[in-house]
Nanobody
């Protein structure tokens, strides 16, 4: 059974940095893409960033572009999210997601097949 496990969340102050990591276990083949979504209370899952290997591309939500950096290792099915200059509005539960097949919906919840349990990020002002 495939599992995505996130780590690295926590409580920080505005302006601080955090690094989230996600590793997949139980999967033999490389994912098509891996990404991060977040969810705040009362809101739907929000796209944050994604990395795709065929072709090799990265995408970011406008709200995090320039502050967050996504990186991944295709052969190891791992992905990380370096978050700098965090803002209170960045707070939420961050979910790692992975697509098992090619998709054009890399910015959308529906584009991903496997999900982690989430890791909490809290940013105090």
């Amino acid at each position: 059974q495939v599992q995505l496990v996130e780590s690295g969340g926590g409580l920080v102050q505005a302006g601080d940095s955090l690094r989230l990591s996600c590793a997949a276990s139980g999967r033999t083949f490389s994912y098509y893409a891996m990404g991060w979504f977040r969810q705040s209370p009362g809101k739907e899952h929000e796209f944050v960033a994604t990395t795709r290997w065929r072709p090799e591309t990265t995408e970011y939500a406008d709200s995090v572009n320039g502050r967050f950096t996504i990186s991944g290792e295709k052969t190891r099915n791992t992905v990380s999210l370096q978050m700098n200059n965090l803002k209170p509005e960045d707070a939420g539960v961050y979910y790692c997601a992975a697509a098992t097949k090619p998709t054009t919906y890399t910015r959308h919840f529906e584009g991903y097949d496997d999900w982690g349990q989430g890791t909490q990020v809290t940013v105090s002002s």
